[in-house]
T-cell receptor, first 108, second 117 residues
Framework: RKEVEQDPGPFNVPEGATVAFNCTYS??????FFWYRQDCRKEPKLLMS???SGNEDGRFTAQLNRASQYISLLIRDSKLSDSATYLC?????????FGPGTRLSVLP | EPEVTQTPSHQVTQMGQEVILRCVPI?????FYWYRQILGQKVEFLVS????????KSEIFDDQFSVERPDGSNFTLKIRSTKLEDSAMYFC???????????????FGPGTRLLVL
């Protein structure tokens, strides 16, 4: 069964805080991994792909642990504009399975 | 970033009516997807479409649903006889290869909000 699970949230953090999201997936045949963000009533937008060696894009760092089937996203120095739902997405062939998302609210 | 447009942005329909949702990618793509998201719930896969054929479909995508690419550009999702529980946001997505943010990645249209009364 192809399942993707995420921290239930919501996360309410003050501006400037560091926050981490966790994601696990059940199918070891998964090939690619992504983090998307989704603003209220908007489409998911790609935040970053997740590579085996881990990767960083500005304040965002993604990690992948294939052995544990675990993906993480770290946001440093959070901004008000980071408030959104963060979706973990796992790719099996040409198909993409979405996690339920973790909602983040960054408070002034 | 590849652009995808969807029409209409909102649609209100009566239960039992047929609706057609449209997706127009700006550039040529081979893989298309439809997803739905019921308010407050997760994004759910409906169907993938490759080279003018259905590649894979979920259990949600029953006989009431169909997809086609009638003119080589528009990609449509038809719901033959809408039910109340079809009320959701419907997103079209395309698969793009070799983008700066990753290998094969999906890009979503802005969605169509469908309300069945």
């Amino acid at each position: 069964r192809k399942e993707v699970e995420q921290d239930p949230g919501p996360f309410n953090v003050p501006e400037g805080a560091t926050v981490a999201f966790n994601c696990t997936y059940s199918n070891s045949a998964s090939q690619s991994f992504f983090w998307y963000r989704q603003d209220c009533r908007k489409e998911p937008k790609l935040l970053m792909s997740v590579y085996s060696s881990g990767n960083e894009d500005g304040r965002f760092t993604a990690q992948l642990n294939r052995a544990s089937q675990y993906i993480s996203l770290l946001i440093r120095d959070s901004k008000l504009s980071d408030s959104a739902t963060y979706l973990c997405v796992v790719n099996y062939g040409q198909n993409f399975v979405f996690g339920p998302g973790t909602r983040l609210s960054v408070l002034p | 970033e590849p652009e995808v447009t969807q029409t209409p942005s909102h649609q209100v329909t009566q239960m039992g009516q047929e609706v057609i949702l449209r997706c127009v990618p700006i550039s040529n793509h081979l893989y298309f997807y439809w997803y739905r998201q019921i308010l407050g719930q997760k994004v759910e896969f409906l169907v993938s479409f490759y080279n003018n054929e259905i590649s894979e479909k979920s259990e949600i995508f029953d006989d009431q649903f169909s997809v086609e690419r009638p003119d080589g550009s528009n990609f449509t999702l038809k719901i033959r006889s809408t039910k109340l529980e079809d009320s959701a946001m419907y997103f079209c997505a395309i698969l793009s290869v070799g983008t700066p943010k990753g290998g094969e990645t999906q890009y979503f249209g802005p969605g169509t909000r469908l309300l069945v009364l």
